[in-house]
């Protein structure tokens, strides 16, 4: 069962930034889409953003202009650069491989990584 590794989170004071990582050692998503999605307790899981193969982004409202995903594809390392972050922004976030299921990869999560924004 391949499971993709994510590094990053903690806590951090409002307005402050933090940078998650996902990876995978047996795994090879350079080729996939790839998107980071968040769930706060008590609340299903959510959309945060997607990279898309031709290097295009998408951000969900309550992020866009304050988060960036990117990747670094000779690391084979996905990366969600979260700045002005905010107490809302609390959750477990998760990477996804093939987040709209296309076909072209495997589906694969990440472990979860906690972020916590206190005030």
């Known amino acids: 069962q391949v499971q993709l590794e994510q590094s990053g989170g903690g806590s951090v004071q409002a307005g402050g930034s933090l940078k998650l990582s996902c990876t995978s050692s047996?795994?090879?998503?350079?080729?996939?889409?790839m998107g980071w999605y968040r769930q706060a307790p008590g609340v299903d899981r959510e959309y945060v953003a997607t990279?898309?193969?031709?290097?295009?982004?998408l951000y969900s409202e309550s992020v866009r202009g304050r988060f960036t995903i990117s990747r670094d594809s000779a690391r084979n390392t996905l990366f969600l650069q979260m700045n002005r972050l905010k107490i809302e922004d609390t959750a477990v976030y998760y990477c996804?491989?093939?987040?709209?299921?296309?076909?072209?990869?495997?589906?694969?999560w990440g472990q979860g990584t906690q972020v916590t924004v206190y005030s």
């Open positions: 996804l491989s093939d987040p709209f299921n296309s076909g072209n990869c495997d589906q694969y």
């Open positions: 047996t795994y090879d998503f350079g080729w996939c889409e």
């Open positions: 990279l898309h193969m031709d290097g295009t982004t």
